[in-house]
């Protein structure tokens, strides 16, 4: 089976630009969560969804939004670029909410 | 005090020896504890998983955790340099599904 699919694999944008990055979770989980890794750090928890429902958000700003589709994928919007928001975006999808997450390769975004 | 503490290392043992990565926790209704590995550019992989007190073993790997202490640990045994690469523990409370993250161990095998 296909494992988690990410697009795009690389990103430059500039800041105050908008983006959106993609999400197709392994065939037969409906659970999606994102996060952020910058460099020397652990991933950090956005959001996650299950069932097009938002099941829970971390600390991060509303420039901040994503949405999951009736096939179960999802997309990750970040308004307003900032620096800071330089990092590797990471899909985790779970058959449900509780269940272990697998990643996907990751978007990797740079902001100039 | 952070939710997960791991030491970043780097971690240096010798190629056939046993490596061993500590990794604390804050939150005393953890659940689930996760290992991850993650070579450099790349994302992470799962390479271990438990759930309940005491040791988990899959080939080379063995898992220990111990929630009293809040604690787990992870060894490698027969280190190889493929193992070279940077370890993430995770913590799932189970109340919220989010897995929380240490920073990582890097760990360098040598030849």
């Known amino acids: 089976d296909a494992g988690v699919t990410q697009s795009p694999t690389h990103l430059i944008k500039t800041r105050g630009q908008q983006v959106t990055l993609r999400c197709s979770p392994i065939?037969?989980?409906?659970?999606v969560s994102w996060y952020q890794q910058v460099l020397g750090q652990g991933p950090q928890f956005i959001f996650q969804?299950?069932?097009?429902?938002?099941?829970g958000r971390g600390n991060f700003p509303d420039r901040f939004s994503a949405r999951q589709f009736p096939n179960y994928s999802s997309e990750l919007n970040v308004n307003a670029l900032l620096l800071g928001d330089s990092a590797l975006y990471l899909c985790?999808?779970?058959?449900?909410?509780?269940?272990?997450?697998?990643f996907g390769p990751g978007t990797r975004l740079t902001v100039l | 005090q952070k939710e997960v503490e791991q030491n970043s290392g780097p971690l240096s043992v010798p190629e056939g020896a046993i490596a061993s990565l500590n990794c604390t926790y804050s939150?005393?209704?953890?659940?689930?504890f996760f290992w991850y590995r993650q070579y450099s550019g790349k994302s992470p992989e799962l390479i271990m998983s438990?759930?309940?007190?005491g040791d988990k073993e899959d080939g080379r790997f063995t898992a220990q955790l111990n929630k009293a202490s809040q604690y787990v640990s992870l060894l490698i045994r027969d280190s190889q340099p493929s193992d070279s690469a940077t370890y993430l523990c995770?913590?799932?409370?189970?109340?919220?599904?989010?897995?929380?993250f240490g920073t990582g161990t890097r760990l360098q095998v040598t030849l």
């Open positions: 985790a999808s779970s058959r449900t909410v509780a269940d272990t997450q697998y």
């Open positions: 065939s037969g989980h409906k659970s």
């Open positions: 969804y299950y069932e097009k429902e938002e099941r």
């Open positions: 939150d005393r209704v953890s659940q689930s």
């Open positions: 438990i759930y309940s007190n």
């Open positions: 995770a913590v799932n409370t189970g109340t919220a599904s989010k897995l929380t």
